[in-house]
DNA sequence: ACGAAGTGCGTTAACGATAACAGTCGGTGG
DNA sequence: CCACCGACTGTTATCGTTAACGCACTTCGT
């Protein structure tokens, strides 16, 4: 109806109905002083009536900036993603900024891709969680926008990004392991190029060495990529004989492919951890949680951009690296200790 | 460096390093045939040299159509909502649109100004799952774009709509409960504001109507929002003599909270319920689960409205409404079945 | 009464890309 | 020898908006 062929009514349509030119359309909807008062509510009444709405595209062709950043994740449905597209929110919306949100939906080579088509739609700066170990293309990009890397540190990249302590958590969680008497402990990671899984496995191992304990080789297995691949390697463990007697995983898919094993084989032994998840607390398993706030990665990412952007002309600041600090978080019930070995589920 | 103030090269700049009009350029970059091998190559060399990439801000201003469509959701921490957004991304990445994300943060009110800026933003088609009743600005929207409604139906709107099978779903639920023997079936709801509210409402009642059960009222909740809220009212009916011998939620956070509920109370009894979610199978209650696929949703509703952008030029066809099936889950132990009553856990 | 300062609004020229049109140039056929 | 065609490339105008400037007309000070 009012919509004609390639869109709605122009400021100019506005224009003629009110009796003014473009231009003066323009300055109302500034709320540019320099406009009669009169004037003022016969653009207003045209506006109504055309059912006008200002065409971002143009404006921001004319004005240089598209008021939008965009963010790069690979999988939205993990709640982690998800989390963190909020704190990015948050922030954005706070400072006027629009997200414009990209999924690359687990495959690492549509990345690039997706980074190009944002950059094409003249994001002013890009937030990225880069699914792979090759950043060739955020370099790329960098060219023409900031870029914010979170929860992976930059690889051979002059940027700022937000980490999370995963040495850190990962160390705690295990060092409480260690502490409830556990020698024997699997380490289900996922694939060592990430920079989470080195990490996470440093502080596993860190861990063991402070409590003089030797790490056994044949029980770590890396290259989990999600809950299925999880559940067999852990499925695999406690087949064994000489199984452990107590699991660390680094991610909330892991845990959940670990506590499905464990469900089957109709045995239960603590767990840890990364990632908190909804209803960890009533699963009644003895379960040791590195818990962070992925919102707040969000948060510092956007923070961090937000502030690149604000300075643009002077001269750029040195990469910055932000850390989230973790928490550990215990749930269900005392571990029998590792004397108990696995129990039969109630 | 490249950057240069308000944004990177232009065509222009790339024409005058490869000694040709803008034209040109926009020719070899469109694949256009007319164009000689020799231009061509400088061409691309000039694009390379520059890192030259188009800007599609002011293409689509000029082409009329921004090759993007928006997706507005209450709740992206939600599976419900991720999934959805990411059945909607992969159709339209299929059909070659792009999807602006908008999130209203659990805020009513923040929806109407979501999709006016995303109006603004020249989005050609948008997809919504209403978070209130209200639908006025839906109405003020369609003046623009077309819109298609996920997972309520449009009121006093004549739009297309996709929903699940949200009466029947409920029905046959609760039909299983009262098989087992159960009279005493709370309902946990949200707000009857929802169609689905309502709508999963009538299917538990008319499950009892077939069974020639009469539901009690005093076991009915409705207008709770979250999971703090559901699991506070499903407490407060676990703790009365008479209380429910078993529990029907509405959707997947209402049945968290009122399994933390029954954790915390520690007992269990039968839950029924909408959405299936993370971990059910493996929590060791007796669950009956109707569920669905949210990615069918998002993909359903990205088809209704692409169909539609398709045929804009023709007579708009009557709204349609799709409809997406529910199946019935269960998990857990077999049922004790009411007469064993609230039974305390292992 | 006459210039200075102010008010209110229109005109022009961009922003970057592209459709439509208008050349230019070498070659062909009449 | 000239009209004419086809292959290739440049010009102009345009999408909708807005910064910069300019023009008419008031108001005021001296």
Not at 51 to 78: C, D, H, K, P, Q
Not at 256 to 268: D, V
Request: hydrophobic share 40%; glycine share 10%; proline share 6%.
């Amino acid at each position: 109806m009012t919509a004609r062929r390639g869109g709605g009514p122009t400021m100019h349509d506005v224009g003629k109905l009110a009796q003014v030119s473009a231009m003066t359309v323009s300055r109302v909807l500034k709320n540019d002083p320099g406009v009669s008062q009169a004037t003022r509510e016969r653009v207003f009444a045209a506006v109504d009536q055309l059912g006008y709405r200002r065409n971002e595209t143009a404006r921001s062709l004319r004005l240089g900036g598209s008021g939008m950043i965009g963010l790069v994740v690979t999988n939205l449905a993990n709640p982690f993603y998800s989390r963190l597209a909020l704190g990015v929110q948050e922030v954005a919306t706070e400072y006027g900024f629009r997200v414009v949100l990209s999924n690359s939906a687990e495959q690492v080579e549509k990345e690039p891709g997706l980074v190009d088509g944002l950059i094409d739609h003249q994001v002013e700066g890009l937030i990225v969680v880069p699914a792979g170990s090759r950043q060739k293309h955020l370099a790329d990009a960098m060219r023409h926008v900031p870029v914010v890397l979170a929860a992976r540190p930059p690889a051979g990249l002059d940027t700022d990004c937000v980490l999370v302590e995963d040495f850190h958590g990962a160390r705690e969680a295990t060092a409480s392991l260690l502490a409830e008497g556990h020698t024997r402990i699997a380490f289900l990671g996922n694939p060592p190029a990430l920079y989470t899984g080195t990490e996470r496995l440093r502080g596993f191992w860190a861990a063991h060495e402070e409590a003089g304990v030797e790490p056994d080789n044949t029980l770590i297995r890396q290259g989990l990529v999600d809950a299925a691949t999880a559940e067999q390697a852990a499925a695999e463990l406690l087949d064994r004989a000489d199984g452990p007697t107590a699991l660390f995983c680094t991610n909330n898919r892991i845990s959940h492919g670990a506590i499905r094993a464990l469900h089957k084989a109709g045995t239960t032994i603590p767990l840890a951890g990364f990632d908190d998840f909804e209803l960890s607390d009533v699963l009644g398993l003895p379960l040791t949680l590195v818990s962070y706030d992925a919102d707040e990665i969000g948060r510092q990412a956007a923070r961090l951009l937000i502030d690149r952007l604000d300075q643009r002309d002077g001269q750029p600041p040195a990469a910055r690296r932000v850390t989230v600090p973790t928490r550990v978080i215990r749930h269900g019930p005392p571990s029998a200790g590792p004397g108990a070995g696995p129990r039969p589920l109630a």
